[in-house]
């Protein structure tokens, strides 16, 4: 129980704080911490990771910063390519799944570590508004990728979408992180309803892991704020590196 709270402590932070990183860390903790059958750990992570990033969102409303149209498009693409991504995952050795996940990874990381500010383009345009023309094309294509790519690798939805958001569509990082928690929950609630029904899940352990998980999105939202930009899409950067060297090293 007490690795729970503590997972669920760190998690709730790195979504509060950055709007990814939860659900790649949610099932091994699940799994390795609190002794939790893989079959059991996914839709509990799922039900965590969602609800957690729902109360992250929740400082993010009050300051308008997601972009709800293209979280939904984003969101409702997505969800549907997923399951195109996950037929291939089933075709391919897991060897490989693991090396192209932390080779994208080290791609996206890499990138906005390069990255001198707000990368601007249709979905963000200087002097405010967005370009539907442009953005709408952009928005489909990313919802698309990014969801083939969640459902092939299986795993890193908050990793794949904060980068695609900034790079792709150009919003700036707090934009980008609040409306990848919109993201996240559509993800997360169609990924729970998919699993729930595969093993018993220990609400015990889902109801500590889920509360220490909502208080440290909470307190991570409220730093967040006063992070400059910069800094913090260079911190979601360096933290994508080191999940991918982690991720590589096992797989090798």
Known sequence: MSAAIGFGALIGVLLGLLGGGGSILAV???VYGAGQPLAAAVPTSLLVVGISSATALLPRLRA???QWRIAGIVGATGAAAAFAGAAV???????IVLVGFAALMVAAGLRMLRETGDSGGDCALPGGGINWRGCLPKSIGTGIAVGFLTGLFGVGGGFLIIPALVLLLGLDMPAAVA????IIVINSAAGFAAHAGDAAIDYRIAAAFTLTAIAGSLAAARIAS???TRRLQRLFAYLVLAVAAFVIIRTI
């Open 89 to 95: 995952n089933h075709l391919l050795d897991p060897r």
């Open 226 to 228: 006063r992070i400059p």
């Open 179 to 182: 409306t990848s928690l919109v």
């Open 28 to 30: 091994p903790a699940l």
């Open 64 to 66: 308008g910063l997601v």
